[in-house]
């Protein structure tokens, strides 16, 4: 018995565990530095439930963990259905918060399905392709059908109104179908309708608010008192924290409160302000590490579908750390983007709790269960 | 085809191809940090260090609250706090002296006030003293660069014009506290935070979403010390920042009168109790007064705990209102619902005559009038006069109680009138089925009797009793009462306006029910034998009813002890309900005044005050002309006592139960 767990435990694959947890432990301080001094908000209690998801996400990605993959495949379609239904709900009946409706409350569950649909669309995608023409490049044809299934949702995702989360489902499409190889003449066509597509929307689709996050993205100094102020205070913050930063508790534009949503969206800033460049050099080989680990499984995977997967999971967590680091840095206009692992958030925590779940599943799945 | 691990292998090139953009991707992050953090990182931590640009919220200017006459009732007031960043202390002992004389504190104040506050970080500033005077303002604004880390907090006080009068219908603002703050997120979706200042009771609960307006933010520029800069010098990076400014809340107008407010308010002194007018046309509420009060005022910027104290502890709770927010027995003034109850269904009419011998014997229980020996020979307008109890216990006796209920029911007894104001009490007439449900036991006829007279399970609220009068003076016509008039935005303009709300008309099966009850009513004030005829001040016609409420039911020996000499707490309530004039009725008014013993004498003068004011400003030609009749009751009075001398007026006030 004793030999079998040990047997167990030498073939389970902890390095995705591990990777969580490296991330998340720089996280939490950082969460810490950057809200102990809201004491009046209460933020400042902030890092302890941000320990409490962070324990809750890890029984979700060790239960997940011993699920075989094959049963992610039964369940990827019924289980995206549900997702797009529970979407379809919060926008007729939603509970509004903060000026959007992305909550839907089932008496004391609060729920936020677009964060389950990042994974319900990665299961339904690599479901999808597993099966259609898995040996040739796609024709344009070919993305018809998985389009519709990216953009229902992310359309609906959009009009609650939740433009980041949105984006990001398209930009988990366009990762699986680039890993399930395009024709040159697809990638064309994508992008003049990429194109065609953001103008029609710039102008009719979005609110404007939305449409003032790109203005002030283009020039920042121009609308410096709104939007743009985020994004100067933000630039400041990065800044000023030069080659080696201010040290931890240091941030002074954390304390001051010139950045908002300091434990959320702008984790970053306050990071690279404490730690400088080489804290943040130091983060994204962390990052670099788990998303090369990533794509590692998922060449050396036995099933498809699985490698797919793999590839969805490592979308979803590569996604989010790019956007919103480039928007904290002033690359990208500034949209509500958690960044994995370190910013405060129940629901996006769980996400890459499941995310790690399944990557650790498939990897055992390879040498765990034969 | 291939199989499912060739199929793997050939998307290998395209995994490391991610693997390549993925990479690419962190070195433009990077890329950009290092633009941000070294290229540009001595210019942007140089603006971190000095040029502190700070946004700071700018409170909205609560909306104004006036009297339906435009007289200013509720207000903002500036105010100024003196305030110490220890952060930004430069030679402690220099500076803490030096403010200490501004002040005028005592020697160690502030080192208390800093001990007190020691725990927290040193870049929040502390409150030194508390609304101080402009004097003191100028004296710390002018030595502002000799006293770093000191400055002045400005803000804006709720100032209750009235103080006390009112308190409980205007309400009160405080902090928003931390149970409060999930709730109200949920509910009105706005992203209130610790230290937001939200109405907690009455018109300011009630209509926070209209008074509150919207914070504006302005951004500061501080120096290094935290103190403001009095210009601000925009570099390039903030070229063009701008302020947003606040939004006035709406100002509302009430239906209130700020005079009759006073005077209910000033007739109430001494007493415990409360009053509401109801214009009868429209539902409008005239008047709501409870007494003891408060100051809400105290509670706009931090209430001090010795006055929370005070408020707690006292035994006669100032806090709690009396008008809405707390249901009584009606006593006797009840007796006008089981009059029109008995009449409409046939039981009795105008000439039907119970003889009262001062008591009604139902089975082994004996029921007492409240005048022991008797009010003899007794019709309906009598009865009312003289608030016989056994004549309409005998009518009651003759009915069920589900009959007098309905009736109840109907004039808007035992359920919330509805006013848009928090926490309304809704008051209880019992029917059968209620008392099974509630205790599992039969209804008892001797309960009937007791009902019918206003005691027992019967309770009601001044303002249902308001209410009905003014029904029963209107010729049935339910109105929900209603306390805001208008809703003006700040600049002006019109944005909302309350008409009268019609809840109900009772159709009278006979067209002389009102006519006698209302007769009867008259002859309680005017009529020299009426229970409240010492009572009936000049010029305003009432027609109205005493009631006593007893607080504990009295034992056989102990019903005709006097009210006065019964230890304080088990004195009976007096009420007193009435509409004027009598011919033309504009305006009812129920009063309650607790342990206050006699209907008559206690609740009485409190209507009669409210009323007054209410004829000489809102009727002076209705009243002139009623000063005209009055003297015509008075000579009536003079000449039938030359004829028959015995209705003098009685050396004890009649007990009315």
């Known amino acids: 018995m004793k030999q079998t767990i040990l047997q167990f435990l030498k073939r389970y694959d902890f390095s995705f565990l591990g990777s969580m947890l490296s991330i998340f432990i720089v996280g939490v301080l950082n969460l810490y530095s950057s809200t102990h001094a809201d004491t009046a908000t209460g933020l400042d209690k902030l890092y302890q439930s941000q320990i409490m998801w962070f324990l809750l996400a890890n029984i979700v990605a060790v239960t997940v963990s011993f699920i075989n993959p094959k049963t992610f495949e039964r369940f990827a379609y019924p289980g995206y259905v549900v997702t797009l239904f529970l979407i379809f709900l919060v926008l007729i009946m939603g509970k509004v918060g903060m000026g959007a409706q992305r909550w839907l409350v089932l008496g004391p569950i609060r729920m936020q399905p677009s964060e389950f649909m990042k994974m319900g669309l990665v299961l339904c995608l690599a479901r999808y392709f597993s099966r259609v023409s898995p040996e040739r490049p796609l024709g344009f044809k070919d993305l018809i059908v998985p389009g519709l299934i990216t953009m229902i949702p992310a359309i609906m995702v959009v009009i609650q109104p939740d433009l980041g989360t949105g984006m990001l489902l398209v930009f988990i499409f366009i990762f699986i179908i680039f890993y399930k190889r395009l024709t040159w003449r697809t990638i064309a066509t994508l992008g003049v309708i990429g194109l065609v597509s953001g103008v029609l929307m710039y102008n009719f689709g979005l609110r404007d608010y939305q449409r003032k996050r790109i203005h002030t993205f283009i020039d920042p100094y121009e609308d410096a008192k709104g939007s743009g102020y985020n994004a100067i205070q933000s630039e400041i913050a990065i800044g000023s924290g030069r080659l080696f930063g201010k040290g931890f508790k240091n941030s002074s534009q954390a304390s001051l409160n010139y950045l908002p949503e300091n434990h959320t969206d702008f984790v970053f800033a306050i990071f690279n302000e404490e730690h400088g460049f080489f804290g943040s050099l130091f983060l994204i080989i962390l990052y670099l590490v788990l998303f090369m680990r990533l794509i590692w499984l998922a060449t050396s995977v036995q099933r498809f579908f699985d490698s797919l997967m793999v590839i969805g999971v490592a979308a979803i967590f590569f996604c989010h750390a790019f956007i919103n680091m480039s928007m904290v840095s002033g690359l990208l206009p500034i949209v509500g983007i958690p960044l994995p692992l370190m910013s405060y958030g129940g629901s996006s925590m769980l996400t890459f709790g499941v995310g790690i779940g399944i990557a650790t599943s498939i990897s055992n799945s390879r040498n765990l269960f034969n | 085809m291939f199989g499912e691990e060739e199929l793997v292998k050939i998307h290998k090139d395209r995994a490391t191809l991610i ?12 890329a950009r940090l290092w633009y941000l953090q070294v290229y540009k990182g001595e210019t942007l931590h140089n603006y971190s260090i000095q ?44 500076t803490i002296e030096r403010l200490t004389k501004i002040l005028e504190l005592e020697p160690d104040a502030i080192a208390k006030i800093l001990k007190k506050n020691s725990n927290q970080a040193t870049y929040r500033p502390i409150v030194i003293k508390k609304n101080i005077s402009f004097a003191e303002v100028s004296k710390i604004e002018t030595q502002n660069f000799d006293l770093p880390g000191v400055s002045v907090d400005t803000f804006i006080s709720r100032e209750y014009r009235d103080k006390e009068v009112g308190a409980h219908l205007l309400g009160y603002i405080s902090e928003i506290s931390q149970t409060q703050l999930p709730k109200l997120r949920d509910r009105d979706n706005i992203d209130y935070r610790l230290g937001d200042f939200i109405g907690q009771f009455g018109i300011e609960e009630q209509l926070d979403k209209y008074l509150r307006g919207t914070n504006g933010h302005e951004f500061v520029e501080v120096d290094a010390r935290g103190r403001r800069k009095r210009y601000i ?23 209130i009168d700020r005079d009759m407010q006073l005077a209910g308010f000033n007739a109430l002194e001494g007493k415990i109790g409360g009053i509401v007018a109801l214009d009868i046309d429209s539902g409008e509420v005239l008047t709501m007064v409870s007494r003891p009060s408060f100051d809400p005022s105290q509670f706009s910027r931090g209430i001090t705990s010795d006055y929370w104290r005070s408020l707690i502890n006292n035994k006669e709770n100032p806090l709690r209102d009396r008008n809405i927010q707390e249901h009584f027995s009606p006593g006797s003034t009840f007796k006008a619902i089981t009059g029109i109850a008995a009449f409409e269904e046939g039981i009795i009419d105008e000439n039907t005559e119970v003889f009262c011998n001062g008591s009604y014997r139902l089975g082994r229980k004996v029921y007492h009038c409240w005048k022991k020996e008797g009010h003899g020979s007794t019709t309906l307008v009598k009865a009312i006069r003289e608030s016989c109890n056994v004549y309409f216990q005998k009518a009651a006796n003759r009915m069920d109680i589900d009959d007098i209920a309905k009736y109840a029911k109907a004039f808007g007894f035992g359920t919330r009138t509805g006013i848009s104001l928090p926490r309304e009490a809704s008051g209880l007439i019992p029917t059968k089925e209620w008392k099974k449900k509630r205790f599992g036991v039969e209804w008892q006829a001797g309960e009937t009797l007791s009902c019918a007279i206003g005691q027992s399970y019967v309770l009601t609220s001044t303002i249902q009793l308001a209410q009905a009068y003014g029904a029963i003076a209107n010729g049935g016509k339910i109105y929900r009462p209603y306390v805001v008039k208008d809703i003006y935005a700040p600049n002006g303009d019109l944005a909302k306006t309350f008409t009268p709300e019609l809840l109900g008309q009772i159709k009278f099966k006979n067209n002389k029910t009102l006519k006698f009850i209302r007769e009867g009513l008259y002859q309680v004030v005017n009529n020299p034998r009426g229970t409240n005829f010492y009572r009936r001040g000049q010029g305003i016609q009432m027609a109205g009813k005493t009631g006593t409420a007893q607080v504990r039911s009295s034992s056989a020996d102990k019903v005709y002890q006097k009210c006065e000499n019964m230890d304080f707490d088990s004195r009976h309530h007096a009420l007193f309900v009435a509409f004027a004039p009598y011919d033309n009725p504009k305006i009812a008014a129920a009063a309650i005044v607790e342990h206050g013993c006699h209907g008559g004498s206690a609740a009485g003068p409190v209507v009669e005050a409210v009323i007054s004011t209410y004829m000489k400003k809102y009727q002076p030609q209705m009243y002139l002309d009623n000063l005209e009749k009055d003297k015509l009751v008075r000579e009536n009075w003079v000449q039938s006592l030359r004829a028959n001398p015995a209705p003098k007026k009685p050396s004890e006030e009649p007990e009315d139960e």
């Open chain 2, 19 to 30: 693997s390549y953009i993925i990479t690419a991707c962190f070195g433009l992050i990077l």
């Open chain 2, 51 to 94: 040029n502190r640009l700070r946004k700071e919220v700018v409170w909205a200017p609560r909306g104004q609250v006036f009297s339906r006459d435009d007289q200013l009732i509720v207000d903002n007031v500036p105010r100024f706090d003196a305030i110490l960043t220890p952060q930004f202390l430069q030679e402690k002992d220099d």
């Open chain 2, 233 to 255: 010098n925009n570099d390039n990076l903030f070229k063009g920042i701008e302020d947003e400014k606040p939004v006035s809340g709406m100002n509302v107008k009430l239906t």
